[in-house]
């Protein structure tokens, strides 16, 4: 009967011939393993990556098709809501027959096999299946910030960034001596100056170093991510096996939803190109390891870029206190962004709609009428600072004065953003404006990067005299419930993957999303909207659930055409991920 509902939506149809497809290329077991997983429904979506390798580019061109993404998850989601109300789950003794024991069983071994494979690495023999790494040229083709490109790039820079280099290198020099004497600099003017110009990408690891405090932060918690001999993987590692990375490998449900995040996060980019590479095996550990020493958020999606991120510039040890610093420092609070329920996510876009309203009156119009809610186009914006939605280049120099100044630099930049291309935005459609806020822009921002910059510190300045560069103080429900740190053993749900009850914090959570997004929707069409929307862009959930897969965010993927995760229905809870699907630079949020 499901099948048959699939079939009538029509991709269903195309992702039932890709598998025969990928079975033709010889991906039998490619196959099973997405039929045996409970995690299939995020797997599945990976495929157009093997439809590419085998040369079936036109079968991932039909899937790409931005307006058919939402039905195909209500529809996931009714089946396994459905389901569920039948007392079926996948991977549950019902589905299966086994029992407690074997559930435990099964989940200990899959998680041993997934860090068996990290600890090995790429090493002589070690289990790397042919498909797990991209086909990527390298020579002439990567970038100065180590993304690799489908195309040749040019041989000789162009004049702007020979200039731009220039510059850079007569600013090392100023850095090199600023970083040295850090005490008495650190809360200079000439440093605020200097960081709105741009950290040199040399030294860039250095100053976030500095900027985050993470000498202070690691001798304040000395102990915590070190060498422990007891370690049952310490034979695999020829670098000291530390604590929380020997808590997550034992315990952490969320193993196998930071493995199959890893594998697509970044994967143009030369540090993480390669599987089980020695980044990847840090993005393990040091998202693994924070599941476990946060365990208010374990682990969300979204998470990954972020510590990716950090890992283009810091070693293992110091991204993993920087991503607490993120998540726990008064500066950034980024903690209330990833626990169920997003409740930090819902202030912000109220507040940018404050914003909007006061300073864009004419631009916020032509959004509403045109059904482009707030919560449509800023996930990624304040979830990670901008990674994947304006050039990357640029992207590192918000992130500089994100570091400097804190939290407002996100409501700044979205104003900022919206600013500077309002007259653009005024002139298009619903589908052309998600186009361009998130396609387009991050391949060309259509300002210097300099320009850009100056904007945002006017930006910040213009919403600092109105009182609304901040967005206020995180209430409470916001704030870390647990001490960091602190291990709790899982309980016997989490580790076998079972799906938590539907909270009321995600049950109220949804309904404020979509009130938002059926009032936006009605406004734009005239009428109520419905589950099909031809326009809908977004799931209509923003829930977290429990099991090995954490809690999904759902930005829309305009680019790859994913319509989001972790959709919840009134029923309960059910994460849908389509994660697969790589945005620009290859990441997944």
Same mark, same amino acid.
């Given at each position: 009967?499901?099948?048959?509902?699939?079939?009538?939506?029509?991709?269903?149809?195309?992702?039932?011939?890709?598998?025969?497809?990928?079975?033709?290329?010889?991906?039998?077991?490619?196959?099973?393993?997405?039929?045996?997983?409970?995690?299939?429904?995020?797997?599945?979506?990976?495929?157009?990556?093997?439809?590419?390798?085998?040369?079936?580019?036109?079968?991932?061109?039909?899937?790409?098709?931005?307006?058919?993404?939402?039905?195909?998850?209500?529809?996931?989601?009714?089946?396994?809501?459905?389901?569920?109300?039948?007392?079926?789950?996948?991977?549950?003794?019902?589905?299966?027959?086994?029992?407690?024991?074997?559930?435990?069983?099964?989940?200990?071994?899959?998680?041993?096999?997934?860090?068996?494979?990290?600890?090995?690495?790429?090493?002589?023999?070690?289990?790397?299946?042919?498909?797990?790494?991209? *086909?990527?040229?390298?020579?002439?083709?990567?970038?100065?910030?180590?993304?690799?490109?489908?195309?040749?790039?040019?041989?000789?820079?162009?004049?702007?960034?020979?200039?731009?280099?220039?510059?850079?290198?007569?600013?090392?020099?100023?850095?090199?001596?600023?970083?040295?004497?850090? *005490?008495?600099?650190?809360?200079?003017? +000439?440093?605020?100056?200097?960081?709105?110009?741009?950290?040199?990408?040399?030294?860039?690891?250095?100053?976030?170093?500095?900027?985050?405090?993470? +000498?202070?932060?690691?001798?304040?918690?000395?102990?915590?991510?070190?060498?422990?001999?007891?370690?049952?993987?310490?034979?695999?590692?020829?670098?000291?096996?530390?604590?929380?990375?020997?808590?997550?490998?034992?315990?952490?449900? @969320?193993?196998?939803?930071?493995?199959?995040?890893?594998?697509?996060?970044?994967?143009?980019?030369?540090?993480?190109?390669?599987?089980?590479?020695?980044?990847?095996?840090?993005?393990?550990?040091?998202?693994?390891?924070?599941?476990?020493?946060?365990?208010?958020? *374990?682990?969300?999606?979204?998470?990954?870029?972020?510590?990716?991120?950090?890992?283009?510039?810091?070693?293992?040890?110091?991204?993993?206190?920087?991503?607490?610093?993120?998540?726990?420092?008064?500066?950034?609070?980024?903690?209330?962004?990833?626990?169920?329920?997003?409740?930090?996510?819902?202030?912000?876009?109220?507040?940018?709609?404050?914003?909007?309203?006061?300073?864009?009156?004419?631009?916020?119009?032509?959004?509403?009428?045109?059904?482009?809610?707030?919560?449509?186009?800023?996930?990624?914006?304040?979830?990670?600072?901008?990674?994947?939605?304006?050039?990357?280049?640029?992207?590192?120099?918000?992130?500089?004065?994100?570091?400097? @100044?804190?939290?407002?630099?996100?409501?700044?930049?979205?104003?900022?953003?919206?600013?500077?291309?309002?007259?653009?935005?005024?002139?298009?459609?619903?589908?052309?404006?998600?186009?361009?806020?998130?396609?387009?822009?991050?391949?060309?921002?259509?300002?210097?990067?300099?320009?850009?910059?100056?904007?945002?510190?006017?930006?910040?300045?213009?919403?600092?005299?109105?009182?609304?560069?901040?967005?206020?103080?995180?209430?409470?429900?916001?704030?870390?419930?647990?001490?960091?740190?602190?291990?709790?053993?899982?309980?016997?749900?989490?580790?076998?993957?079972?799906?938590?009850?539907?909270?009321?914090?995600?049950?109220?959570?949804?309904?404020?999303?979509?009130?938002?997004?059926?009032?936006?929707?009605?406004?734009?069409?005239?009428?109520?909207?419905?589950?099909?929307?031809?326009?809908?862009?977004?799931?209509? #959930?923003?829930?977290?659930?429990?099991?090995? *897969?954490?809690?999904?965010?759902?930005?829309?993927?305009? @680019?790859?055409?994913?319509?989001?995760?972790?959709?919840?229905?009134?029923?309960?809870?059910?994460?849908?991920?389509?994660?697969?699907?790589?945005?620009?630079? #290859?990441?997944?949020?």
């Amino acid at each position: 009967m499901w099948e048959n509902r699939w079939i009538n939506s029509g991709i269903w149809n195309d992702i039932f011939t890709s598998h025969v497809k990928l079975r033709e290329c010889g991906l039998d077991s490619y196959i099973v393993f997405l039929i045996q997983n409970s995690g299939i429904w995020n797997d599945i979506f990976t495929s157009h990556v093997k439809l590419r390798e085998c040369g079936l580019d036109r079968w991932e061109n039909r899937w790409i098709n931005p307006g058919t993404w939402n039905g195909i998850l209500v529809d996931i989601a009714n089946f396994l809501n459905e389901i569920s109300r039948d007392g079926v789950y996948f991977g549950s003794s019902q589905a299966s027959g086994m029992n407690e024991e074997d559930l435990l069983r099964r989940a200990t071994e899959e998680r041993d096999n997934i860090v068996s494979r990290y600890a090995r690495g790429r090493e002589e023999g070690a289990p790397i299946d042919p498909w797990e790494d991209p *086909g990527f040229e390298i020579y002439h083709a990567t970038d100065r910030y180590g993304f690799i490109h489908d195309n040749r790039l040019p041989q000789k820079a162009d004049p702007h960034e020979l200039r731009l280099r220039q510059v850079e290198m007569e600013r090392e020099k100023k850095w090199l001596k600023m970083l040295k004497a850090w *005490g008495q600099m650190s809360t200079t003017e +000439k440093l605020r100056r200097r960081i709105y110009k741009g950290i040199p990408n040399s030294l860039r690891g250095q100053a976030w170093s500095q900027l985050l405090n993470i +000498k202070t932060v690691k001798e304040a918690q000395e102990g915590k991510y070190e060498y422990h001999l007891s370690n049952p993987y310490v034979s695999y590692f020829p670098f000291p096996v530390q604590e929380m990375r020997q808590l997550a490998w034992r315990w952490s449900p @969320e193993i196998r939803q930071i493995d199959l995040d890893v594998n697509r996060t970044y994967r143009d980019h030369i540090m993480f190109r390669e599987r089980y590479g020695l980044k990847q095996q840090a993005l393990f550990n040091v998202l693994g390891a924070y599941s476990v020493y946060n365990l208010d958020i *374990g682990y969300c999606q979204g998470m990954s870029q972020i510590a990716a991120l950090l890992l283009m510039y810091l070693n293992e040890e110091d991204a993993f206190w920087a991503l607490s610093v993120l998540v726990a420092d008064k500066r950034y609070t980024m903690h209330g962004f990833f626990i169920p329920g997003f409740p930090k996510l819902l202030r912000y876009q109220e507040h940018h709609d404050k914003i909007m309203n006061r300073f864009l009156p004419k631009l916020k119009k032509h959004l509403d009428k045109h059904g482009v809610d707030t919560g449509i186009y800023t996930l990624k914006w304040f979830f990670q600072c901008f990674l994947d939605r304006i050039p990357f280049r640029l992207t590192l120099r918000v992130w500089d004065v994100f570091l400097m @100044e804190g939290e407002r630099v996100l409501t700044g930049m979205a104003y900022n953003l919206l600013k500077l291309h309002r007259r653009t935005l005024s002139r298009l459609g619903m589908d052309d404006i998600l186009q361009f806020l998130q396609v387009r822009l991050e391949r060309d921002f259509g300002f210097d990067d300099d320009a850009s910059m100056a904007s945002l510190e006017r930006s910040l300045e213009e919403l600092k005299k109105s009182k609304l560069d901040y967005a206020g103080t995180p209430p409470p429900n916001e704030m870390p419930k647990r001490p960091f740190g602190t291990f709790t053993e899982p309980t016997f749900e989490r580790k076998t993957g079972r799906r938590s009850e539907f909270s009321t914090v995600e049950r109220v959570t949804r309904e404020n999303v979509v009130l938002r997004r059926e009032t936006a929707v009605s406004n734009a069409t005239g009428g109520p909207s419905n589950g099909h929307h031809r326009d809908s862009r977004i799931s209509t #959930g923003e829930g977290g659930g429990g099991g090995l *897969g954490g809690h999904f965010l759902m930005p829309y993927m305009a @680019e790859n055409g994913c319509a989001g995760a972790g959709l919840q229905v009134a029923g309960g809870p059910v994460n849908v991920v389509c994660q697969g699907l790589t945005s620009a630079k #290859g990441g997944s949020v």
